[in-house]
């Protein structure tokens, strides 16, 4: 289904029982929201579940410039006043992650449980010029170029050698991602800083990362600066951990959110 939500419209997807606690799942750079097939199965019999590409991914409108997580989490208000609910678990990985913890510091009054999930606290110079040099990539060179690149960053090579189902699917995802998200969004990555107001987040969270990530230090910063928060990880997970992990991934999800 199509929601119009802050000027532009939102592809979403809709399941679970009905009347029953709302879940909202928000992918992560260069995927959309097929990445989380597995958890919407498996907490779909307990949980009222909302899942929408983000800006610029998947069947999202994808306008123009740059992205910021001011942005993207507008996004998701209005999309939660859009479809009239009031207070929501919201689940993040990545760029969803960042996009969680900033609900979380500016809109708890509409959250229950949050989870980030592989993410970091920060932008870097460094991190700011890889993003840049992806941006240039893509634009010379089209989503095609970014595909292996971007796969094999994310994935432990065995996951890609015994996982081919999965490992094509997140390909196509980043491949057939529209330019102009995938700019937005890096632009977004680019220049962000979540610390300051860590410490005074109050609204019960969970952190997820798999163990060959390389955001796990960074996970592991933002769970130390949560007061009261918990983490759990993903052994032999890369970055997409709940896709390399459907069932573990599933399972702390579910532990949490009905705990």
């Not at 060959?212 to 007061?227: Q, S």
């Not at 890369?238 to 390399?244: R, T």
Request: hydrophobic content about 40%.
């Amino acid at each position: 289904m199509k929601v119009k939500a802050n000027g532009i419209n939102f592809n979403c997807e809709i399941g679970g029982k009905e009347g029953a606690p709302w879940v909202v799942f928000s992918n992560s750079l260069m995927t959309n929201l097929s990445m989380w097939d597995d958890q919407a199965a498996a907490l779909g019999g307990i949980f009222r579940i909302l899942r929408y590409d983000q800006r610029g991914h998947g069947g999202t409108d994808a306008p123009p410039g740059a992205y910021s997580f001011d942005m993207l989490v507008a996004d998701v208000i209005s999309l939660l006043d859009a479809l009239k609910i009031e207070r929501a678990h919201f689940v993040g990985l990545s760029m969803g992650g960042m996009t969680a913890v900033s609900l979380a510091q500016k809109h708890p009054e509409r959250l229950l449980r949050v989870v980030p999930c592989d993410c970091g606290p920060a932008s870097t110079p460094q991190s700011a010029q890889q993003w840049q040099e992806r941006i240039e990539l893509a634009r010379a060179s089209g989503m095609e170029a970014l595909v292996e690149p971007t796969v094999t960053r994310w994935c432990p090579p065995d996951f890609l050698a015994t996982h081919k189902m999965e490992a094509d699917k997140l390909r196509q995802m980043i491949r057939t991602t529209p330019l102009n998200g995938f700019v937005g969004c890096a632009s977004a990555l680019s220049d962000f800083d979540l610390r300051p107001g860590l410490s005074a987040i109050r609204v019960p969270t969970q952190f997820i990362c798999g163990t060959k990530d390389a955001t796990l230090p960074g996970t592991k910063a933002l769970h130390a600066a949560v007061a009261g928060s918990t983490m759990v990880e993903v052994l032999g997970a890369g970055h997409i951990s709940n896709v390399e992990q459907p069932e573990i991934f599933s399972r702390a999800l579910k532990n949490f959110l009905t705990g």
